[in-house]
């Protein structure tokens, strides 16, 4: 036993999988373009520091980190884990089940646990299916990873998914945690290359180094194409003062001078961002963050208090201009006040990027055309268009196969992939070349272009860096060009 277990504490290793992130057949990128720190397991990480145990967190999407399982996993070795925990999408967790297990042939005796989004969507299956995992943790991962590293009886830890004897018993869920408040700041000094190394998308900032934060869990609402396994419906957020001094502590400890919030629902509590902006502005960190909004829930007053703060673009789920699309998919929003707020967005001189999806159940040839024409008439400043991906999860899961044709390959599952292809579209290669003609359409787009070349100075960080990795940005480019067969 040694000195750390004899105290009843740990040697931990959190482990975030690669996965497959890109394009069949084409070089995954996808850690040059955006690097995200995994927040999840930062969060997960500083509640088991906090504790007392030794944490080592192992990103395999980080920088200089090869992507050889074997190499990881002597890596994750080196380090003597007495528990190693991953945490795994769909289209990861294949890695994190082949890590487990060759994990397990070198050292039996560490325990192996894995949680996220697939793992509690899936639940009790995934047991039975991988048998190099111990247990499985469902729904949010703090209180259950601590209460296992602490030795607690395995039957007794809500959240827990575990094996007795020869049967998988599904512990009872774990409650949400109520106030966010108590979780100490994210372990970001666990991570290497943090902040330099974890680029922000390119062209979405104006100063360097960047960092992610979230700020609620949790959703009010239940569009048909979202997995809300782990944090379940309801809206629960940190407090305007705690969102504050997470910026500052960025600032002050790591130099971060912009940051992207990855909340839902940023706005959906008007007065907690109205504090927010009201001390930003009162008592400024020298920084930028973009959010996301959802229509309906800004106003002229609050989003001109955004940019007082330093918000520098605001996104926007629209995700269809096909009205049938948007009854379906994502109730309550219509296009009439999705051009409105993009408009209001603008007006408060804050930059507006549209988040679209493309290939989802009932698209048609028409649908996108329509969704493409919308897009460019909306003057946005940045878009983004994801690839429709079924997840297990998500309120549209059990019918997905009676909609189209599904190949249920998680490792493509990952939104850069049509897995699915409706059967409103002949094939996935044609669902494949509109889609590159949608992307390519609308950075070509002259009015795109102009507002470019006015910030070209503004943008000096990022085309700095493209600059250097030209050679993976131009593989990329070849991904978007529209064959000539589709």
Request: proline fraction near 6%; hydrophobic fraction near 40%.
């Amino acid at each position: 036993m040694n000195e750390l277990s004899a105290k009843g504490k740990k040697r931990i290793v959190l482990v975030h999988p690669r996965g497959f992130n890109w394009l069949p057949g084409s070089r995954d990128v996808t850690d040059v373009a955006n690097r995200m720190a995994p927040q999840g397991l930062l969060s997960i990480a500083a509640c088991l520091l906090k504790e007392g145990h030794e944490v080592f967190l192992y990103d395999c999407l980080g920088p200089g980190v090869s992507p050889d399982l074997d190499v990881q996993v002597k890596t994750i070795l080196a380090y003597g884990p007495e528990l190693v925990g991953f945490s795994a999408t769909t289209s990861s967790f294949p890695d994190a089940a082949e890590m487990a297990q060759k994990i397990k042939e070198s050292a039996r005796d560490i325990l192996t646990v894995c949680g996220g989004v697939h793992v509690s969507a899936l639940q009790g299956k995934l047991l039975e299916d991988y048998p190099a995992f111990d247990f499985l943790c469902v729904g949010e991962g703090e209180e259950t990873m601590t209460e296992l590293a602490a030795g607690k009886e395995p039957a007794e830890i809500c959240g827990l998914i575990r094996r007795q004897g020869s049967e998988v018993v599904v512990n009872p869920p774990r409650a949400t945690i109520k106030d966010l408040d108590t979780l100490p700041f994210p372990a970001y000094e666990k991570l290497q290359g943090f902040p330099q190394d974890y680029r922000l998308p390119l062209f979405s900032y104006i100063h360097t180094p960047g960092a992610t934060m979230i700020t609620s869990r949790g959703c009010m609402y239940q569009c048909s194409y979202c997995d809300r396994s782990v944090f379940k419906r309801g809206f629960r957020y940190n407090s305007a003062a705690y969102i504050y001094d997470h910026m500052n502590y960025l600032r002050t400890r790591f130099g971060v001078r912009h940051v992207n919030i990855y909340d839902d629902l940023f706005t959906f509590d008007r007065k907690r961002i109205v504090e927010l902006c009201e001390k930003l502005a009162r008592q400024p960190l020298e920084m930028h963050f973009n959010c996301a909004v959802r229509v309906g829930h800004t106003d002229d007053d609050l989003l001109r208090m955004l940019k007082d703060a330093g918000c520098l673009m605001v996104s926007l789920g629209i995700e269809s201009a096909d009205p049938q699309m948007l009854a379906r998919h994502k109730s309550g929003v219509s296009l009439e006040a999705v051009r409105d707020t993009v408009k209001r967005i603008q007006g408060a001189g804050l930059r507006a990027k549209g988040l679209f999806m493309m290939g989802l159940p009932g698209e048609t040839e028409e649908s996108i055309r329509l969704t493409s024409d919308f897009v460019i008439s909306l003057g946005l400043d940045d878009m983004n268009m994801a690839k429709f991906t079924p997840f297990p999860g998500a309120p549209l899961w059990p019918t997905i196969r009676m909609e189209g044709t599904f190949n249920e390959d998680w490792r493509l599952m990952n939104c850069l992939n049509f897995v699915f292809v409706p059967s409103g579209i002949s094939s996935k290669e044609r669902l494949d070349h509109l889609y590159n003609e949608h992307v390519k359409r609308f950075y070509s787009d002259p009015g795109w272009r102009r507002k470019f070349r006015d910030r070209i100075w503004e943008h000096r960080h990022s085309l700095l860096y493209l600059i250097r990795h030209i050679p993976s940005f131009w593989l990329a480019k070849q991904q978007f060009e529209p064959d000539k067969a589709g």
